[in-house]
């Protein structure tokens, strides 16, 4: 019985094999709840920056320079937010439930948003969190540039981004070498 290799499953594990596994399988597809909800999150986060951006353009042209910038950095980082919310909606479909072949020609998607297992796309998440956690540092120079005392409060923003990226980079090399190995 060892030798063959057409053997015949045990009456239990046959059901297992033939209603259990299927059905566990296909619950993958549960998975479509966070992208579809993360992809109208990231467009709700388009038009938000949108917004701000227009914004930006009126206090601009009425002279309101100050407001203006606050308001183009508050653009900027809804357009960031909007591209992590994206960039997770469509790392998860195509990680999880299927690959979308159109994208797979270097016209159509680029490099940086071709992922091979979950730990290609948190990384590319978290280069762009860095991004935003920045903007949200000098937007906060920005408001409390004449405050000294509320100030130093926020020195600790740099210092946490750089932690992250020196962590980051760790972590990057760990999966790359661990990549490499395999």
Do not use: C
């Amino acid at each position: 019985m060892h030798g063959k290799t057409d053997h015949k499953k045990d009456p239990p594990e046959a059901w297992w094999h033939e209603h259990f596994e299927p059905a566990f399988f296909n619950m993958r597809y549960i998975i479509i709840i966070p992208v579809i909800i993360t992809f109208i999150g990231a467009f709700i986060m388009f038009i938000i920056g949108a917004l701000e951006a227009w914004n930006s353009i009126n206090l601009f042209f009425n002279n309101d320079y100050e407001h203006s910038q606050l308001s183009l950095i508050l653009g900027i980082d809804a357009f960031l937010l909007g591209l992590v919310l994206l960039i997770f909606s469509y790392g998860i479909y195509d990680l999880f439930i299927s690959k979308i072949d159109i994208v797979d020609r270097p016209s159509v998607r680029p490099n940086w948003m071709r992922f091979k297992d979950i730990g290609e796309l948190k990384i590319i998440l978290a280069q762009v969190i860095l991004i935003i956690l920045t903007i949200n540092f000098f937007e906060l120079v920005f408001i409390h540039m004449n405050d000294p005392e509320s100030f130093q409060d926020y020195m600790i923003i740099p210092v946490g981004i750089v932690l992250i990226a020196v962590g980051l980079g760790v972590f990057e090399r760990l999966t790359r070498t661990t990549s490499v190995e395999d």
